[in-house]
């Protein structure tokens, strides 16, 4: 699955509707951003039964003052609509797999709604 364009209206809903959510959080003038991009699609393509979304902080401010986003790239990683994980800085291709193949296996219960 490609990645999904995330706004502040879709945001909430994709982390509660889908049991993982990965979402990056970029900006068109980040040149570390601009590396990990190709990565990042990479990896959603690799592994269509999770959702790939992408948050540009210069159009979705309010957003990205929401989930404390200090610096970009920043990943996100939800599951169950609790977020299990959060880290700025671009990764390498291999750490991002294995971050994938972590958050698969985190024992993490849906929250009751």
């Known amino acids: 699955m490609a990645t999904q364009t995330l706004t502040s209206q879709t945001f909430n809903s994709t982390v509660s509707d889908n049991e993982l959510v990965l979402v990056d959080f970029w900006a068109t003038w980040c040149g570390p951003c601009k590396?990990?991009?190709?990565?990042?699609?990479?990896?959603?393509?690799?592994?269509?039964?999770?959702?790939?979304?992408?948050?540009?902080?210069?159009?979705?401010?309010?957003?990205?003052?929401?989930?404390?986003?200090q610096a970009v790239p920043t990943l996100l990683i939800t599951k169950n609509g609790q977020i299990i994980f959060k880290q700025a800085g671009a990764l390498r291709a291999s750490d991002l797999d294995n971050l994938i193949e972590q958050a698969k296996q985190a024992d993490v219960p849906p929250v009751e709604k």
């Open 35 to 69: 590396a990990f991009g190709p990565i990042y699609d990479k990896a959603s393509e690799k592994n269509p039964d999770i959702v790939f979304g992408k948050v540009d902080i210069d159009q979705n401010q309010e957003l990205a003052t929401a989930a404390d986003i």
